[in-house]
T-cell receptor, first 114, second 113 residues
Framework: NAGVTQTPKFQVLKTGQSMTLQCAQD?????MYWYRQDPGMGLRLIYY???????DKGEVPNGYNVSRLNKREFSLRLESAAPSQTSVYFC?????????????FGSGTRLTVV | GQQLNQSPQSMFIQEGEDVSMNCTSS?????WLWYKQEPGEGPVLLIA?????ELTSNGRLTAQFGITRKDSFLNISASIPSDVGIYFC?????????????FGKGTKLSVKP
């Protein structure tokens, strides 16, 4: 099925470890996004890529880096994981940034940092 | 920054009841989007609204774009157990149609069979 695919679905890290969350979309969308979701906080934008070759910080970028590998793929890296980064991470894509048609989300990666 | 305020934060209702929730902002929005997130999944777009006063339906769901352009409402009629989830409003801030979407904190709906 067409959509946004995230891997892995679950991950447990020790404080200080690094990891990369992968995201790929097959809808030929130009823009891609990484959000984190915490209880009672809604969805907060970490980084986004308006188009291939560009990335920009969102609301909560500290502790993260991103790479827009190509038009399909947008990865999120935690260089040195901290317990405060325990969260559910969602990747999303859209035809263009802020499109009135909304974003298509992946099913999420549940990350626990101990 | 701009915020979207959703109310109520949570609702516990009996199957068959109607549900109403809303989303407000101190700033004007030109587009309102309503998403539903089921447990363990990402949000899915339910309804998009593009014009002040617009009323749009999707099955048992009806959403309205407030005439002040600072609010939107979502109603669910005759609720069923599969309506359970978190409902988010969202929109591109700044009165335009561009810019990253901002999301409300959600209304969590629980339905008792």
């Amino acid at each position: 099925n067409a959509g946004v695919t995230q891997t892995p679905k679950f991950q447990v890290l020790k404080t200080g470890q690094s990891m990369t969350l992968q995201c790929a979309q097959d809808m030929n969308h130009n823009s891609m996004y990484w959000y984190r979701q915490d209880p009672g906080m809604g969805l907060r934008l970490i980084y986004y890529s308006a188009s291939e070759g560009t990335t920009d910080k969102g609301e909560v970028p500290n502790g993260y880096n991103v790479s827009r590998l190509n038009k399909r793929e947008f990865s999120l890296r935690l260089e040195s994981a901290a317990p405060s980064q325990t969260s559910v991470y969602f990747c999303a894509s859209s035809e263009m940034i802020g499109t009135a048609f909304g974003y298509t989300f992946g099913s999420g990666t549940r990350l626990t940092v101990v | 920054g701009q915020q979207l305020n959703q109310s109520p934060q949570s609702m516990f209702i009996q199957e068959g009841e109607d549900v109403s929730m809303n989303c407000t902002s101190s700033s004007i929005f030109n587009t309102w989007l309503w998403y539903k997130q089921e447990p363990g999944e990402g949000p899915v777009l339910l309804i998009a609204l593009y014009k002040a006063g617009e009323l749009t339906s999707n099955g048992r769901l009806t959403a309205q774009f407030g005439i002040t352009r600072k609010d939107s409402f979502l109603n669910i009629s005759a609720s069923i157990p599969s309506d359970v989830g978190i409902y988010f409003c969202a929109g591109p801030p700044g009165g335009g149609s561009q810019g990253n979407l901002i999301f409300g904190k959600g209304t969590k709906l629980s339905v008792k069979p």
